[in-house]
């Protein structure tokens, strides 16, 4: 068996369509490769990929933000540099203007 993400990051026509576009990564915390690299550092790192924001549900995309039913706020990556727009924050479903940020 092979995770999605797994055959998105080696086969290069799966990735292809996603060169030249800024994407979008939804995740949680589970959401990694069969490694456990998280998928919001895998993408990163794929030379075709330009992970411009990421999405991430209560307590944050990587579970590490608090456990209990206080809202998640937005934030930027601090080792890529995107915004982490929280669909448990103050509002509960995207936002015009972080539609700005990515392509796909």
Do not use: C
Not at 22 to 31: E, Q
Not at 45 to 53: E, F, K, V, W
Not at 76 to 88: A, C, E, N, Q, R
Request: no cysteine.
């Amino acid at each position: 068996m092979k995770f999605g993400l797994d055959r998105l990051l080696s086969d290069p026509a799966l990735s292809a369509p996603l060169k030249g576009r800024r994407v979008a990564l939804v995740a949680h915390p589970a959401s990694t490769t069969q490694d456990l690299t998280h998928a919001v550092d895998a993408l990163a790192a794929h030379p075709d990929i330009t992970l411009s924001a990421a999405f991430g549900p209560q307590h944050g995309m990587k579970g590490d933000l608090q456990d209990n039913m206080m809202e998640s706020p937005d934030y930027t990556d601090p080792v890529h540099g995107i915004p982490v727009f929280s669909l448990y924050g103050e509002v509960r479903r995207p936002q015009a203007e972080w539609m700005d940020t990515f392509d796909v």
